[in-house]
């Protein structure tokens, strides 16, 4: 199992990593550099109730002293045992425009999630698991971000739980 979650979080990483890096911008061209992991505050917001599933927004926030640019979507997995461990697949990309989003200090963007409700799926498939929370990867990133969020998923890697659309969906 930890080879596979292992697995899962190196695909959301590489899928994080490319999402960002895909298509040169008129800002990057222009010297605006590309927000890093560092550059932006990641929170869970919005988050409401919907037909078997909770939406929100993935919401980052340039905490950086200039201005800076991301694009792409946001890797996202659930983790649980005290420890980081991934619960079940990483998030799925749904349909959105992939654009660049240019942030001054103190402006954020978001990326809209949806988190679906494990009892939709029988117990046997699912192997529903109390997890801690997000991790994130802001786009273009390979380092994470832990957003805590306790809820329930699923460790079964046969079903998908949580999809993401690109940042300034």
Do not use: E, H
């Amino acid at each position: 199992m930890m080879m596979k979650s292992t697995l899962m979080t190196l695909c959301a990483v590489g899928f994080a990593v490319t999402a960002g890096t895909l298509g040169a911008s008129a800002a990057q061209a222009a010297g605006v550099p590309q927000c890093s992991n560092s550059d932006l505050r990641a929170a869970l917001v919005n988050v409401t109730g919907a037909a078997g599933s909770r939406v929100g927004d993935l919401r980052f926030t340039n905490v950086a002293r200039g201005t800076c640019t991301t694009r792409g979507y946001p890797g996202v997995s659930y983790v649980g045992d005290g420890n980081g461990t991934q619960i079940g697949r990483a998030a799925t990309w749904d349909s959105g425009t992939v654009r660049t989003i240019t942030l001054r200090p103190g402006q954020y963007t978001a990326s809209p999630i949806r988190m679906v409700n494990v009892q939709n799926y029988p117990a046997a498939t699912c192997r529903p698991k109390v997890v801690d929370g997000l991790r994130v990867y802001v786009p273009g990133s390979t380092l994470a971000k832990f957003i805590p969020y306790r809820t329930t998923g699923c460790l079964s890697t046969k079903v998908t739980t949580i999809d993401v659309k690109p940042v300034g969906s």
